[in-house]
């Protein structure tokens, strides 16, 4: 038990609409299994998240309804906190049982008028420390036919993608391919809420943050963490690094959030940007969570600095992001950079003075940020804005928050997308939850209500600590240790598959003894049999024990079936191997952990809910898709792999280029402009992030294998018309894919 400290951020969901259960699986059980774990091996944790209450999803929901923006969050925050906490999410543990050095949870809110001073009060901060700069910038403007109009944030344009030719895209963001952009470079654009309306641009004075000043200084924590970061996380941020970062707005044309705190006829009418306040809400939220509960403690409102600074011995808190791939950059890029600007005007510096990496005294920065790909729904992304989702607090009506639990934690989108399905949900609750793990307990608690019982003793009391199972414990004991590793790496699935795993084996040896044989008389093998029984209920104890950070309700239930009195959550994690714990037993009869699923009435019941939203304008969307073919026998794809079928496969075009010429992009830093010869008359140019890995001369006159139908893609003023294929052992070194031998320019690569 180390004792510590660990910060938890949770991505902060709009308050605009229920949670969907694409945002459980990506942002929000992830971290409240790693927060129970972490209580478990007895660290001091803090967890913080709240709602993001400003920003234009809040307004346009706002506008779509024809009620104000303060009645939509003031709903919907109290709908998914409600939400989360029927899920089992630890919110309500504002205050860790263990005393308030020991942390605890806060699920707070961005209209919180302490956030808002603090967000103020950096704002004018790293002003003062000329980290901004005034830029007049280009925005959309909407115009109605009576003359007046208003500037359109991002959230209110959509139109064609200018990366890779998406309609319906975001004004900064699109959705299919990922790509963020200036709003005005959006192709065709189309106001939102006033489609008839005419759209031109007009300029603005806007303040922006000079993340240019921190790029070296990201660059060197890059580097630091390319073993901590999964591939994803190291491929984003490595792309934003690469195209050199430039300074980005801190303010918007938009009434409703924070106001910009300085003095001038100019500011008004402009809020804080929403991307610069919400992610403050970390180490705001801890702020709040201290005064609120710490004044007991010596260092009362300042107790936060325990999870927050880097102590004068240089050790550093552990810090843990918690978020779904499109906001990796906002956490390993943006968010880093304001919290070193933070660090350097505390010290009284400046801009014009090197940015340096925290050291004792400053805010830490991110430890890993374990972000989870995409939950599908029915082969398409969850979307609330669209309405394509699955909400939870309609899922909760109606089943055990553990399954769904079970179900997201086993099919968890760690290294790829995923995808959610009835008949899926409802094969993987019956034959692996209720089968394995919910069959096995029932029947040892079973079996053990037939034994004999003598007054003031379990059934097991008399069986227990036989030498036939010292290889049992060997075997749990190794189990643990696996489990262990895997949470430690965030590799949720495999840690469950392994606790899953223990329940089979449970199984396995409670069948293999038989102990139903030797309930009345003995019989050959009767004390190893009924030993192997009685060690059956403490792989049952195990397993709630383990089951705890994943399926919190059911492991109390087991728990106190178990006959223990108490609360499974405050229990050690190491506990879960203590062979000399006293038995105990409860004189109730057994009852079964779960309820078995029944697929036709779900999907009756769930069709239901699909046309009563169509009939009423609603938003439920729920789509359960077709039963697969094959049925319990269905083959599933190894964990890791996600198949393509052979003619999308073929839908890429490989062949074979000969660099001509490698330049310096003339507006990205880490880009080389590289010239292909490809077989035709005017040749093709990629953009290519390979400067530190190659020098020019190094490149010239090799053959490389590149995409030919990847859709061009400007990047930063050069088309890029193509991708060449390059390995990365991600521990920092890059090759290109080359060709062996002598072959034409534009040759196929089959």
Request: with cysteine.
């Amino acid at each position: 038990m180390t004792e510590e400290h660990v910060l938890i951020c949770v991505a902060w969901p709009y308050a605009n609409g229920p949670l969907h259960l694409g945002h459980v699986a990506g942002c929000y059980l992830p971290p409240d299994i790693q927060f129970r774990f972490e209580r478990a091996m007895g660290n001091k944790v803090l967890m913080v998240s709240g709602s993001d209450e400003h920003g234009t999803p809040i307004t346009v929901t706002a506008e779509t309804q024809g009620i104000s923006p303060q009645n939509v969050v003031d709903e919907y925050h109290g709908i998914n906190l409600q939400a989360l906490l029927d899920l089992g999410c630890s919110w309500s543990m504002n205050l860790d049982p263990r005393g308030p050095s020991f942390g605890g949870a806060l699920f707070n809110r961005t209209s919180d008028s302490e956030h808002k001073r603090m967000v103020q009060e950096n704002f004018k901060a790293l002003d003062q420390g000329g980290f901004f700069e005034r830029k007049t910038m280009e925005q959309y403007y909407e115009t109605n036919e009576d003359g007046s109009g208003r500037f359109l944030p991002d959230r209110y344009v959509e139109g064609t993608c200018p990366a890779c030719g998406e309609d319906g895209a975001r004004g900064d963001q699109c959705d299919a391919c990922g790509a963020t952009y200036e709003a005005v470079e959006l192709k065709n654009p189309v106001s939102k809420m006033n489609p008839k309306a005419k759209v031109e641009i007009r300029e603005t004075d806007h303040l922006f943050y000079r993340l240019d000043l921190f790029q070296h200084a990201l660059e060197q924590h890059a580097a630091s963490q390319q073993k901590a970061w999964k591939s994803n996380v190291r491929a984003m941020t490595k792309q934003w690094l690469d195209m050199g970062l430039r300074p980005r707005a801190v303010t918007r044309d938009l009434e409703w959030g924070i106001p910009v705190p300085l003095d001038g006829d100019e500011w008004s009418g402009k809020c804080v940007y929403v991307w610069f306040e919400a992610v403050q809400g970390y180490s705001t939220c801890a702020r709040i969570w201290a005064k609120r509960n710490a004044e007991s403690l010596p260092d009362g409102d300042e107790t936060w600095k325990r999870w927050w600074t880097v102590d004068e011995n240089g050790t550093v808190p552990r810090h843990l992001y918690f978020l779904g791939k499109d906001n990796i950059p906002f956490h390993t890029v943006i968010w880093p950079a304001l919290i070193l600007g933070l660090n350097h005007v505390h010290k009284g510096l400046s801009a014009d003075d090197p940015v340096t990496l925290p050291g004792p005294g400053d805010f830490a920065l991110e430890s890993n940020v374990p972000a989870m790909e995409y939950l599908m729904l029915a082969g398409g992304q969850f979307s609330k804005s669209r309405k394509h989702a699955v909400w939870l607090p309609s899922f909760l009506e109606r089943y055990d928050p553990d399954t769904l639990r079970y179900y997201l934690s086993i099919n968890m989108p760690e290294n790829h997308d995923t995808d959610f399905n009835w008949p899926d949900f409802v094969e993987k609750v019956n034959s692996e939850l209720i089968a394995a793990y919910g069959n096995f307990v029932h029947r040892v608690l079973t079996l053990g209500s037939r034994l004999p019982c003598e007054p003031g003793m379990t059934p097991f009391s008399k069986h227990d600590g036989h030498a036939v199972v010292e290889l049992h414990q060997t075997h749990l004991q190794e189990a643990l240790t696996e489990i262990t590793t895997s949470l430690q790496r965030h590799r949720y699935k495999e840690a469950l598959r392994g606790i899953m795993n223990v329940a089979q084996y449970g199984n396995q040896i409670l069948q293999a003894a038989a102990p139903w044989k030797h309930l009345k008389e003995p019989q050959d093998g009767h004390e190893e049999s009924l030993a192997t029984l009685a060690f059956c209920w403490r792989i049952a104890r195990f397993l709630s024990i383990t089951t705890q950070p994943f399926l919190p309700h059911s492991a109390q239930r087991l728990w106190e079936g178990l006959g223990h009195n108490g609360s499974v959550e405050e229990m050690k994690w190491g506990d879960a191997i203590d062979w000399r714990a006293p038995l105990a037993w409860c004189d109730e009869t057994p009852k079964p952990l779960f309820e078995r699923l029944d697929l036709e009435e779900i999907l009756a019941v769930e069709q239901d809910l699909v046309e009563d939203s169509i009939d009423d304008g609603g938003v439920h969307g729920v789509k359960g898709g077709k039963k697969k073919k094959g049925g319990k026998n269905m083959k599933t794809e190894p964990e890791g792999i996600t198949y393509l079928d052979f003619d999308t496969f073929l839908k890429v075009n490989l062949r074979v280029g000969k660099i001509k010429t490698v330049e310096d992009h003339p507006d990205a830093d880490k880009l080389y402009v590289v010239k292909l010869e490809d077989g035709t008359d005017d040749g093709r140019t990629i953009c290519a992030g390979l400067k530190e890995y190659y020098k020019p001369e190094e490149m010239e006159g090799k053959l490389v294998v590149f995409v030919e139908n990847l859709k061009p893609r400007p990047l930063r003023g050069i088309t890029s018309e193509g991708m060449m294929l390059a390995a990365d052992n991600g521990d920092g070194t890059v090759r290109l894919v080359t060709i062996d031998g002598s072959i034409e320019p534009g040759s196929q690569v089959r």
